[in-house]
């Protein structure tokens, strides 16, 4: 109970966010009840632990990739406007923010950014390539022990293989972008938030 | 007596839409639908097949777009998820001028808090008092007058007497939780010879039923007071208590459980099967170890009233007595209580198949959402096996193809 003043977001903050991010002044508020509710410590942060919490997260084979994308290089905590930013990559694209001022920074939610989201999911050490390595280990997390070595490696160079085009055996940003140029990032990168 | 705490109620939320309005500020409502649009869930394998083709590539064993589908899941469960937020008090759509309740609606206006300090005076200084006297009155009563009937040898007046007593202790406590309780469908009432089993949702739920009827408990014996009304109570009337030690011996609880039900003199057993308190907007996986025992299962639904008092224990957070404190400051504890036909065991149908059939019963009566999780996520971590299957669904879908692939080349092999 008397910590419930730190805990309400201020109006300018919840501005600076809407400028941010996009989303609509209710959205705010109520990530920000879901943030609170999954803050355990009630110090204003998130940790690994809080989001791990989550049960069907928890269960999810790439779960830790996906928090892991929600913490800055090398820190452990989390604090609402990150968490913000991060979510901000899976708003929708609206139509009217199709046609707005080209000179304005990119949204966090454009198609390029989104699929930068999924790019990084590869590219842990985000020298702006997947290895081979970093290929395998994803493979990996998502089959679980299901699969041998030797035929998850043979499916990895079939990937590069297929993805390559400057022969580097690793699949640029570039590279990637082209896989997925038919694919509707918009939708499948997106949750529908209620307004 | 009822309808004024209400009516100040919808005044103060009036009040409040008002006040909003003229600051043209938007006022905070608890979305109780979530912050997701909710979509009909496709399963792993559809969603991956669609990503896939989208890619253009629907004869690939993996392709680089199925990490999309794990990535749009995780994030959805990050902003939204089915269990967590059945281990904390169900959010109100509108203010019940109870602090605790009180999350977003910051200062509105001096009228409002004249209303609430108010209220709290009220609450605090006299029905709180009024109703630990007359708990403390009534436990000490039943205390007095259980011991001595369980004096008394053992004939049917003394059973008579003590069903008496208990529900008098049951009316008394009652009372001074000012609980208000429909009961529904009376005719389904447990018998002597079965098992009661109800969704559970605080310490209180016993005493509700026991209200309308006498029950054996089950439980753990504890020390201190609650153990002292335990022994008190097991004098004159036939629960089932175990000492720790004796909590872990499945075999033991279970054959006494068999032996108590088997005599039609005794109360039917009441259980809690999800084993911890839940917010009363779900109910969570029902243990199998009561539905294994053969007996007949009375099921009960139990719904709170959220807009009065939170009626949820949450243990994690505060103990008892702080929880009773609560209670007893609220509004009214309103519940109702549907009793269920009874039900059986199929044919062929194993327990886990029976408890799930019996908690979707009750889930539909109560007006709770049918989970599969297991209440004890509030506490504990979920378990890897759950994870492994997940990553062996997708794997079906990576080695389902691949393997296609290789008996194409060697069948290609084996022509050339």
Request: glycine content about 6%; charged content about 25%; proline content about 3%.
């Amino acid at each position: 109970m008397g910590s419930r003043a730190s805990t309400l977001l201020r109006e300018e903050e919840i501005e600076e966010i809407k400028k941010e991010t996009g989303f609509s002044h209710s959205q705010i508020t109520r990530l920000y009840s879901r943030f609170t509710s999954l803050d355990k410590g009630e110090n204003g942060t998130l940790s690994r632990e809080d989001f791990q919490r989550i049960p069907e997260l928890a269960i999810n084979p790439l779960g830790d990739r996906i928090i892991n994308a929600f913490f800055p290089e090398g820190e452990d905590q989390v604090n609402f406007r990150g968490f913000m930013r991060t979510l901000a990559h899976f708003r929708p694209i609206e139509d009217n923010e199709k046609n707005k001022n080209p000179t304005a920074s990119e949204p966090l939610n454009s198609r390029s950014n989104k699929l930068l989201f999924a790019f990084r999911l590869y590219d842990l050490d985000r020298d702006d390539k997947i290895s081979r390595d970093e290929l395998l280990q994803v493979l990996r997390m998502m089959v679980g022990v299901n699969i041998s070595d030797e035929q998850l490696g043979s499916i990895a160079d079939r990937t590069i293989q297929e993805a390559d085009t400057n022969g580097d055996s690793c699949i640029s940003f570039q590279e990637f972008i082209k896989v997925l140029e038919k694919v509707d990032v918009e939708q499948k990168m997106s949750i529908r938030f209620l307004h | 007596l009822f309808s004024t705490p209400f009516s100040c109620v919808s005044w103060a939320n009036l009040h409040m839409d008002l006040r909003a309005k003229e600051k043209n500020r938007q006022l905070f409502r608890h979305d109780t639908n979530g912050v997701l649009d909710k979509k009909p869930q496709l399963s792993l394998k559809q969603e991956i097949q669609e990503l896939r083709g989208c890619a253009g590539c629907l004869t690939s064993e993996f392709n680089l777009t199925d990490v999309l589908f794990f990535c749009r899941k995780a994030m959805e469960n990050v902003v939204d998820d089915d269990v967590t937020k059945r281990f904390s008090p169900q959010k109100l759509d509108s203010w019940n001028l109870l602090t605790r309740n009180n999350h977003n609606f910051c200062h509105i206006s001096l009228r409002l808090k004249v209303v609430w300090v108010l209220g709290l005076l009220l609450r605090y200084g006299v029905l709180l008092p009024l109703r630990v006297t007359l708990a403390i009155t009534g436990i000490c009563l039943f205390l007095v007058l259980s011991t001595l009937v369980g004096v008394l040898p053992n004939t049917r007046l003394r059973s008579c007497l003590s069903d008496k007593v208990h529900l008098m202790g049951c009316h008394i406590c009652v009372r001074s939780l000012s609980a208000i309780i429909t009961y529904h469908n009376r005719q389904n009432k447990p018998q002597n010879d079965g098992i009661c089993v109800a969704n559970h949702t605080t310490p209180i739920d016993g005493i509700i039923l026991a209200n309308d009827r006498c029950y054996s408990l089950v439980g753990q014996l504890h020390g201190g007071l609650l153990g002292m009304i335990q022994r008190a109570m097991v004098t004159s009337s036939p629960h089932i208590w175990f000492e720790r030690a004796e909590v872990k011996d499945r075999h033991l609880v279970a054959k006494r459980l068999i032996d108590h039900v088997a005599d039609k003199t005794k109360h039917p057993v009441l259980i809690f099967p999800e084993g911890t308190c839940i917010n009363n907007t779900s109910v969570m996986m029902f243990r199998k170890s009561s539905f294994e025992l053969g007996c007949t299962i009375y099921p009960v639904a139990i719904k709170y009233d959220p807009r009065f008092g939170d009626a949820f224990w949450n243990s994690s957070k505060f103990g008892l007595v702080r929880y009773l404190l609560r209670t007893m400051s609220s509004w009214a504890i309103v519940c109702s209580v549907w009793y269920l036909p009874p039900m059986n065991r199929k044919e062929g149908e194993d327990a886990v198949q029976f408890a799930n059939r019996v908690k979707s019963v009750i889930a539909a009566k109560g007006g709770f959402v049918d989970l599969k999780w297991d209440g004890g996520l509030k506490r504990a971590r979920v378990k890897e096996a759950f994870k492994e299957e997940q990553q062996e669904l997708y794997s079906r879908l990576v080695v389902g193809v691949s393997q296609g692939a290789d008996n194409a080349a060697s069948d290609s092999a084996k022509e050339s």
